[in-house]
């Protein structure tokens, strides 16, 4: 444990120096996801101008889901993105042997690779909007309940790095398809909308059952709006195990059909 | 004159051609849309619940503005033709096109409608399969004029996409990455261009400051046309001169752009 530790701060260490390396690309980056997420909130804004509610959610409510939403993408792109995007392209090109190499495991090895800084600057910009909205709607904030909220998110980050790590790891059959982490891009879009939204039985069963795109982010909102609910957290802890299983047990698999394009 | 244009018509095939090969991404794209199309029935229906109109427009009306949205950006949307340019210019590869009678902007020009003819294409296939449960939602109005000047104006609207593309890529004269400035476009575009919410849903004056800007031009105007959103006839000629004062002007900056960049170029190796 100890060992991956060191592995991971170096790699850390190494991607903060790079970063000071290239600060005008740092700052471009860093505006560029600052600005994506002023369009998810302006899109808030202009759609409650004309109505008071979607599916229960007021204004603040919806503003709590989205900034949580915001700070587990965040957090994804900051530790995760670079280093699994990477690995797709690594794959297709048979540029990941560099990674079998590598005193680790190697889904570990190939997932922590890059840190982007970038993506955790704007994690204080997400966890702003959350802490406003709160502040908006009154809550009642307790040490539990934040130490709860921060546990659901770390789930939240969990799942979301499974679901890319799969969408990735289909590189390994699909030598030849590109953009398949676009999947995932489609699913962070479901856990910015409440989970009353889901009325149709398809959408419910697909979106809200059988994928874990609403739990993630419905989960620590409510938890954070309405207290402590068991069933969220069981359903969301489960997602997690369940998830992050699929996603080691398919990156395993997928590594054994790599065969390289190196001599 | 024709003679000249017949390296275009050639330039036009190869693009068709290079265009077919990427056409799994192109499909995987268009698969994509369809969840995104998913998350703005979810969306909507949501904000429309217990309520007949939002901003004026039914729920079915402001379903069928995001499906043509989605149509429009398959037919005459930049993809990635900023970043082609942008490593044209980093290999040195316009090199060749400035040694012979071919204009640049044309022949990318070319090519870029060659690429939407297919993703433009490739995009109907998913949207067949999704019509059995779309349909029921779509309300487009009956008057043929809407088709007669909306297909002007989504012609021109590709212009605006493509000239702004272009005007990124030439920008590599003066940053080896552009990349970031694309993206930081992008969430401007994709706000002011109406693709999060059709823009007459904006506050008066914000909607009065964005029919000046090249973004409005660029997807709502055709889109508010086909779907209704636009109706009176003052507006839509006044939108027109507009689109095509900014068709010239994003035209004319090309043209300095590229003088200026090539300026700046320097050809290397025999």
Same mark, same amino acid.
Request: net charge negative; charged share 10%.
């Given at each position: 444990m100890l060992h991956y530790l060191k592995v991971w701060l170096a790699s850390a260490r190494y991607s903060i120096v790079r970063t000071l390396m290239f600060r005008g690309d740092f700052f471009v980056w860093s505006l560029v996801e600052l600005f994506w997420m002023v369009v998810t909130l302006l899109t808030i804004g202009v759609i409650y101008q004309h109505t008071d509610s979607i599916a229960g959610w007021s204004k603040y409510e919806m503003v709590l889901l989205v900034g949580t939403s915001m700070m587990i993408q965040r957090l994804l792109m900051g530790f995760f993105w670079s280093s699994l995007f990477e690995m797709g392209r690594?794959?297709?090109?048979?540029?990941? $042997?560099?990674?079998?190499?590598?005193?680790?495991?190697?889904?570990?090895?190939?997932?922590?690779?890059?840190? $982007?800084? $970038?993506? =955790?600057?704007?994690?204080?910009?997400?966890?702003?909007?959350?802490?406003?909205?709160?502040?908006? =709607?009154?809550?009642?904030?307790?040490?539990?309940?934040?130490?709860?909220?921060?546990?659901?998110?770390?789930c939240g980050l969990v799942i979301h790095y499974s679901i890319l790590a799969l969408s990735i790891s289909v590189a390994f059959w699909l030598a030849n398809a590109q953009g398949l982490e676009g999947g995932y891009f489609t699913l962070t879009e479901f856990s910015r909308l409440p989970k009353q939204a889901f009325t149709n039985l398809a959408t419910r069963v697909i979106l809200v059952w059988a994928l874990p795109a609403v739990v993630v982010t419905n989960a620590p909102a409510s938890t954070l709006l309405h207290g402590f609910d068991h069933t969220w957290l069981l359903w969301l802890v489960g997602c997690t195990i369940v998830w992050f299983g699929l996603a080691v047990f398919v990156f395993h698999r997928g590594l054994r059909r790599y065969s390289s394009a190196s001599s | 004159m024709f003679s000249a244009l017949e390296k275009y018509r050639y330039a036009f095939l190869v693009g068709l051609q290079s265009n077919i090969v990427y056409r799994w991404n192109f499909a995987i794209r268009g698969f994509f849309s369809l969840f995104h199309l998913a998350a703005i029935f979810v969306l909507w229906t949501a904000a429309f619940f217990g309520r007949d109109e939002l901003g004026g427009f039914s729920l079915n009306q402001t379903l069928t503005y995001f499906v043509t949205l989605l149509v429009l950006q398959f037919f005459i949307s930049a993809f990635n033709e900023d970043y082609q340019i942008s490593e044209e210019i980093r290999q040195g590869i316009i090199n060749q096109f400035l040694l012979k009678p071919i204009n640049y902007f044309l022949y990318r020009f070319s090519i870029f409608v060659a690429a939407r003819l297919v993703s433009g294409a490739l995009v109907l296939v998913p949207l067949v399969i999704a019509m059995p449960f779309v349909h029921d939602a779509l309300t487009f109005p009956a008057e043929p004029w809407r088709l007669a000047v909306g297909l002007p104006a989504m012609m021109l609207s590709a212009m605006i996409q493509f000239s702004i593309a272009y005007c990124f890529g030439l920008l590599t004269f003066w940053f080896l990455e552009i990349q970031g400035f694309v993206i930081l476009s992008m969430a401007i575009e994709t706000i002011l261009g109406g693709q999060m919410f059709p823009l007459d849903l904006l506050p008066t004056w914000a909607y009065q400051i964005a029919k000046y800007l090249p973004f409005y031009y660029q997807m709502y105007f055709p889109a508010a046309i086909f779907t209704g959103r636009l109706s009176d006839g003052g507006a839509i000629a006044e939108g027109f001169a507009i689109q095509i004062g900014w068709v010239l002007a994003l035209l004319l900056l090309n043209h300095w752009l590229w003088l200026r960049g090539l300026r700046r170029h320097t050809a290397v190796g025999g």
């Open positions: 690594n794959i297709r090109t048979g540029n990941f $042997d560099f990674m079998l190499a590598q005193p680790g495991n190697v889904m570990f090895m190939a997932s922590t690779r890059k840190l $982007d800084p $970038d993506g =955790l600057v704007n994690l204080v910009a997400a966890g702003a909007v959350v802490i406003y909205a709160a502040q908006q =709607l009154q809550l009642e904030i307790t040490v539990a309940g934040v130490a709860l909220y921060l546990l659901m998110i770390f | -």
